[in-house]
C-alpha cells in the first residue's frame, strides 16, 4: 500500500525516511515547505534531563540514542553539539526531590555543589541551592535535519511534495482511502498525520477526536558579550512542572543556553490559546527577569529577536504514535509537545516497524491513540 505522511516536520520526515528505506512508496505532503513550522523555532534541543520516569522518559533515551546515528550520516550539517545539560535548583523543595529523579533518568547524571556550579558556569551567579549535571544532552540543527531526511526519503523513491494543502482524510468502505488537497486526491491505502499542532482537524475529517492542542512558547535571544557567556543548556527546577501542568494558563520557567551562532537564547513560556502566535513584550520580558535571576549579566544584553511557536501538546504529555483501530489506515504521529525534535527519529523508527511489523524499539502501547476514544 502507499502510505501518505502529511506534515513534513522532523516527526514526519523521519517517518516518510523510516518507511521509504523499508520499501515502501511513500508522500510525505505538506502546505508549506519541509520543516517550515514548528520543528525550526525551538532551541533544537535533545533532552533526557527534563524528564521523570515514565514511557515519554524511555522513548527519550532511545531517541538520543539515536542522534549518534543522525551524526554519522549527516555530519556538520546536523550541527551537533554535545555540551549538556544543567538543571539548577533555587528552591529548596525540589533539590529536595532531585535525587530521586537523577535515579530514575537511566542516562549518565550526577549532583553538582553551588561552587562545583560555579566552575561549570562562571556566570551563573544567582542564589541555588545545587544542580544536576547531564552530560549527553545535546543541541541540534532541527531544520537541517528534518530537510536531511526529506532528501533520504526521496532517494529511496518518496514523492515528497510541498506547498501542498491537505484538507481532510478520505475514508471509503469504512477504511482510509487517501487525502483530499485543495487540487486532488491523492490515493493511499495508509495515512500518518505527523502535523503537529494542525492534526485534530485532518483526524476528525476521518472521525477521530484527538483531544490536542497548541500550546504557545516565546523564545528571545540576547547578544552575547563574549564566546562561552553560557555553556551549557541551563533549566531552572520549576521547569519540570511547567511543562507537565495541566494548567491551560501562562506558565513562565528559566530555560538558557548559546545558539549555534553565538547568542544567548532565553526561554519559556507555556500557555494554551490556540494558533496565537504573536509576541508578547511583557512575557518576554518576565522570562528574562526570571532568567536574570540565575546570569545577573542578562539583564544588560541587547534583544536581537523574538518569536512565538506552537507545541502539539495532548493531556496526559504523551505523544500518539501509531495506528488507531477506529479507522483503519489511519496513524497518528504527534502530540510530542516541546520534545518533538528529540523524540521525531525514534517517532519515524517505531512508526516504520509497526507499520512493517518488525520487532519494535520500544513498547508503543502508552502511546497508542486510541487510549483517547471514548463511547
Known amino acids: 500500500m502507499r502510505v501518505a505522511v502529511v506534515g513534513a516536520g522532523i516527526v514526519g520526515a523521519a517517518t516518510a525516511a523510516g518507511l ?57 550539517r546536523a550541527r ?69 531526511l526529506a532528501r533520504e526519503a526521496a532517494a529511496a523513491g518518496a514523492e515528497v511534495r510541498s506547498g501542498v494543502n491537505v484538507r481532510g482524510v478520505r475514508v471509503a468502505g469504512g477504511r482510509v482511502v487517501g487525502v483530499e488537497t485543495a487540487e486532488r486526491h491523492i490515493a493511499a491505502g495508509a495515512v500518518v498525520l505527523a502535523a503537529g499542532p494542525w492534526t485534530p482537524p485532518l483526524a476528525k475529517s476521518a472521525g477521530v477526536a484527538l483531544p490536542l492542542e497548541p500550546r504557545k512558547g516565546q523564545l528571545v535571544s540576547l547578544r552575547a558579550p563574549k564566546p562561552g557567556f553560557v555553556r551549557h ?62 546570569f545577573p549579566a542578562l539583564r544588560a544584553l541587547e534583544a536581537t529577536a523574538s518569536w512565538a511557536g506552537l507545541r502539539p501538546w495532548l493531556p496526559d504529555h504523551r505523544p500518539a504514535i501509531g495506528p488507531t483501530e477506529r479507522v483503519p489506515g489511519l496513524w497518528l504521529a504527534t502530540g510530542h509537545e516541546g520534545a518533538g525534535v528529540a ?33
Open 233 to 294: 543548556k541551563v533549566l531552572d527546577g520549576s521547569y519540570l512542572a511547567t511543562v507537565t501542568t495541566p494548567d491551560a494558563g501562562l506558565q513562565v520557567s528559566t530555560v538558557v543556553e548559546t545558539t549555534w551562532d553565538g547568542d544567548v537564547l532565553v526561554g519559556s513560556s507555556r500557555e494554551r490559546r490556540g494558533f496565537d502566535t504573536s509576541v508578547e513584550p511583557e512575557v518576554i520580558a518576565a522570562m528574562i527577569d526570571r532568567a536574570a535571576r540565575l
Open 343 to 375: 523524540l521525531g527519529p525514534v517517532t519515524g523508527r517505531l512508526v516504520a516497524q509497526l507499520y512493517c511489523g518488525e520487532e519494535l524499539v520500544v513498547d508503543p502501547t502508552p502511546f497508542a491513540p486510541d487510549r483517547f476514544a471514548t463511547g
Open 20 to 76: 521509504a528505506a523499508r520499501g515502501v512508496a511513500v508522500d510525505l505532503i505538506d502546505a508549506g515547505e519541509v520543516s517550515g513550522g514548528t520543528t525550526g523555532l525551538g532551541e533544537g534541543n535533545v533532552l533526557c534531563s527534563d524528564k521523570d520516569a515514565g514511557p515519554e522518559l524511555a522513548l527519550a533515551v532511545l531517541g538520543l540514542a539515536a542522534f549518534d546515528a543522525i551524526e554519522a550520516r549527516y555530519g556538520e
Open 80 to 148: 551537533i553539539r554535545r555540551k549538556g545539560a544543567l538543571v539548577v535548583h533555587p528552591d529548596a523543595d525540589t533539590w529536595a526531590a532531585e535525587p530521586d529523579r537523577i535515579a530514575r533518568l537511566g542516562v549518565p547524571a550526577r549532583l553538582v555543589s553551588r561552587e562545583e556550579l560555579q566552575r561549570l558556569e562562571p556566570e551563573l551567579t544567582g542564589a541555588v541551592c545545587g544542580a544536576t549535571h547531564v552530560p549527553g544532552d545535546l543541541q541540534c540543527d532541527p531544520r537541517a535535519i528534518a530537510r536531511a
